[in-house]
């Protein structure tokens, strides 16, 4: 019997991490797609500060729609997607540390920053799959 239930955690946590993970290609395509609208305008550092904001607007309501749906928070939406926002900037930050770290070193990504998304994502990913699932979608549905 425990090795049953053992084996259906690893399944679901199996399974949150794989959806995180498309949520987080989600999450890049906007955010690539939005900085590569604005970086004229705003340049790269402020267009990626809004690129990061509209990426992790789709990821909440991916994660939430998909990755959590087991699971909730216990607040209303509005303040769900606050507290999401606030779990993902510490993630962000990670993120975008290394998007600036590589744009201000190496010219291969300054000439194309969807690397330095790239890389800043990956490294930003697994933060924000703990804070997600530990801090906010933390209750079962009953």
């Known amino acids: 019997m425990a090795q049953e239930v053992h084996k259906d955690r690893v399944?679901?946590?199996?399974?949150?991490?794989?959806?995180?993970?498309?949520?987080?290609?989600?999450?890049?395509?906007?955010?690539?797609?939005v900085l590569y609208l604005l970086k004229e305008a705003m340049g790269v550092y402020a267009a990626r500060a809004v690129s990061f904001i509209a990426a992790a607007f789709s990821t909440?309501?991916?994660?939430?729609?998909?990755?959590?749906?087991?699971?909730?928070?216990?607040?209303?939406?509005?303040?769900?997607?606050g507290l999401y926002?606030?779990?993902?900037?510490?993630?962000g930050s990670v993120n975008?540390?290394?998007?600036?770290?590589?744009?201000?070193?190496?010219a291969l990504v300054a000439q194309h920053p969807v690397l330095g998304v790239a890389a800043g994502s990956l490294a930003g990913m697994v933060i924000n799959l703990l804070t997600s699932r530990f801090l906010l979608f933390r209750h079962s549905h009953s």
Do not use: P
Not at 85 to 91: E, K, V, Y
């Open 60 to 81: 909440w309501l991916f994660n939430r729609a998909i990755t959590f749906r087991e699971q909730k928070s216990g607040h209303s939406t509005s303040k769900e997607f």
């Open 96 to 106: 975008y540390g290394v998007y600036a770290l590589l744009i201000s070193r190496e």
């Open 11 to 33: 399944v679901r946590v199996s399974a949150q991490f794989f959806w995180f993970g498309i949520a987080g290609l989600i999450g890049f395509l906007v955010d690539s797609g």
């Open 85 to 91: 926002l606030a779990l993902m900037m510490i993630g």
